[in-house]
């Protein structure tokens, strides 16, 4: 399929590592000039380097300076943005009873801020050109609060809810809002949350991808290119009237519809 994307601008938060750089890296097969950004700027233009058509930009999500700063190479890189992907860490874990006022100020700045910020900074220029695509890295705790997980489960389920309300405000724009959300992909990140896991039970790392693939339907963790592939199907133009959902992508491994 040609997702006719030659010629966009794609600007991929968070991507010089795990889902955001496996979504950079299928923008950038499908023809898009791809802004690589990440914490550490020369990390992030070694990624861009093996890109066709990239440029590396360090950015901090946390810093309005830097997003500021990230931003503006993009556009001066390839002018204005037609497709951001929102991606980013989430805050640390712990449970629901004990959240405090800082843990939920937390939440609204590491997941909600730094997206409306970057939104805020290329919406008016989609609209004004008729397509635009926005596209969340979210959480399967979007539709599934994950344990222990309560303060990332709060900051999410608000991006969420904010994106889900813009999506229906600029559809008539040709600019969608989507949200995909990933499951247990074979991401550096998942290979250490499963070692850490096999050292608390004192068990083989092996025995725990075992147990965790028992609860996926599809009885394996899914490629991180997978994982781009469908990013870039949401990101280009075949995927027009799809706006407004949360797509998941997992496996199976969330029960619901």
């Known amino acids: 399929m040609d997702l006719r994307m030659n010629g966009k601008t794609a600007f991929v938060a968070a991507s010089t590592g795990g889902l955001g750089r496996a979504v950079a890296e299928a923008l950038a097969e499908e023809g898009a000039h791809v802004v690589v950004t990440g914490r550490r700027g020369e990390t992030a233009a070694r990624i861009a380097d093996a890109l066709p058509s990239a440029i590396g930009v360090e950015l901090d999500l946390t810093d309005p300076f830097s997003r500021e700063r990230a931003m503006a190479a993009a556009q001066e890189a390839f002018g204005p943005i037609d497709i951001l992907v929102l991606n980013g860490p989430g805050p640390r874990p712990g449970p629901a009873a004990a959240l405090s006022a ?32 926005i596209l969340a890295i979210g959480s399967s705790g979007v539709t599934a609060p994950l344990a222990n997980l309560a303060t990332s489960n709060l900051g999410r389920a608000a991006l969420a809810g904010y994106l889900k309300t813009l999506a229906a405000e600029v559809a008539a724009d040709a600019v969608t809002v989507n949200l995909l959300l990933p499951g247990r992909i074979g991401t550096e990140r998942v290979a250490r949350l499963d070692a850490l896991q ?10 725990v991808r075992r147990r965790s693939q028992q609860t996926i339907p599809a009885g394996r963790y899914g490629e991180p290119a997978e994982f781009g592939a469908t990013a870039a199907f949401l990101c280009g133009e075949p995927s027009s009237y799809i706006t407004g959902v949360a797509l998941r992508c997992d496996g199976g491994l969330v029960r619901s519809l």
């Open 102 to 133: 800082d843990d939920v100020d937390e939440a609204i700045a590491q997941l909600v801020q730094p997206g409306r910020d970057l939104i805020s900074r290329v919406l008016p220029r989609m609209r004004e050109r008729g397509w635009g695509r």
């Open 198 to 207: 096999a050292e608390r039970d004192g068990i083989d790392i092996a025995e």
